[in-house]
């Protein structure tokens, strides 16, 4: 099987994770068109990654200021996606977690990148062989879920689909390695795939305990973290990630693919969702701890 070397990539989506992709492939000296909807979504996405390259690598010395500016020379905007995936060896969308949005794009992707370039997606929770049915290439269409915030994650989930080529997956896999990261491969026909599927019910549950006020967020963050040595609890986890929307938006996909019992979304983060907060420790702070 061959893996293809990809020296020219679009990104679809300039919010949290599109901007960090995009940013990704540029310092991996890949050429990047990157697309939002809108000129000033676009201008937002631009202005995060030169802040992030800012903070976290040039600030450190990890990067000179002529290569700073060299990475994002490489990134090109656009608010057309059948202008940006011209010419491109690889495209990958980073849209909200919708499956028709997904689809549309895909179909709009499909019909303007080269037929041999490779389309992925890096959706959390969504089906690859469903996305890829919006394609007349279904062997191209593949997921690479990378993981928030890109330049510290190393995983990227590289997600079959049931007519992805062998090819694809070995061009996702070469990528992946390339910039930096390790890829572990896996079926679409897990909801969540690996990591998210085996972590989101501690989520869950941790979130439930919260509703149920038997502990503050921090103290049930620091029982996770110092009885299961992990780095950083759940909750604030997916608090700085900024993740609760992608489960609210998803809950009737969960409930279809998961059945009520485990699909439907906690009270809690229904609850918060409706109030406008996106952070459990910030709901706790201004309403569960006073009622
Ligand atoms: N946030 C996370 O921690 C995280 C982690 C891993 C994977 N993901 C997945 O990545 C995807 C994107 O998530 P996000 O958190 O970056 O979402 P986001 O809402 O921050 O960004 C989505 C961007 O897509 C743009 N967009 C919407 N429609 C568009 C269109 N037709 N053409 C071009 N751009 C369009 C929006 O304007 C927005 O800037 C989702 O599938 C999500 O599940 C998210």
Redesign the pocket.
């Known amino acids: 099987m061959v893996a293809r070397k990809i020296n020219k990539a679009a990104v679809?989506?300039?919010?949290?994770?599109?901007?960090?992709l995009a940013e990704a492939l540029a310092v991996a000296k890949i050429e990047v068109a990157a697309?939002?909807?809108?000129e000033g979504?676009?201008q937002?996405?631009l202005k995060a990654i030169g802040e992030r390259l800012g903070r976290f690598l040039v600030s450190k010395g990890k990067m000179t200021q002529e290569e700073k500016a060299a990475a994002m020379e490489r990134i090109r905007g656009f608010?057309s996606?059948e202008q940006a995936v011209k010419g491109v060896d690889f495209a990958i969308?980073?849209?909200?977690?919708?499956m028709s949005?997904?689809k549309?794009?895909f179909e709009?992707m499909d019909r303007h990148a080269p037929p041999d370039a490779v389309l992925a997606?890096?959706?959390?929770?969504?089906n690859i062989s469903e996305i890829a049915s919006a394609t007349k290439k279904p062997d191209r269409v593949v997921g690479m879920?990378?993981?928030?915030?890109i330049n510290r994650m190393r995983l990227v989930e590289v997600v079959r689909g049931a007519r992805t080529s062998q090819d694809t997956i070995d061009t996702a896999c070469a990528l992946v390695r390339e910039l930096g990261k390790e890829p572990v491969v896996c079926k679409d026909t897990s909801y969540g795939f690996l990591a998210?599927r085996a972590y989101t019910p501690m989520i869950m549950e941790a979130a439930q305990m919260v509703w149920e006020r038997v502990a503050p967020p921090e103290e049930i963050d620091k029982a996770l973290k110092l009885g299961y040595n992990l780095p950083m609890g759940p909750l604030e986890m997916?608090d700085f990630?900024?993740?609760w929307?992608?489960f609210v938006s998803?809950e009737q996909d969960a409930i279809r693919e998961l059945g009520p019992e485990k699909g439907r979304l906690n009270p809690l983060v229904r609850a918060m969702s409706r109030a406008g907060y996106t952070k459990i420790y910030d709901y706790w702070r201004d309403v569960l701890s006073k009622g």
Do not use: Y
């Open positions: 679809i989506g300039m919010g949290m994770m599109g901007s960090q697309v939002d909807a809108t979504l676009l937002n996405g608010t996606i969308e980073a849209v909200p977690e919708k949005l997904k549309e794009v709009k997606s890096n959706t959390s929770f969504q879920h990378f993981f928030n915030p998210n997916v990630v900024g993740g929307p992608i998803s």
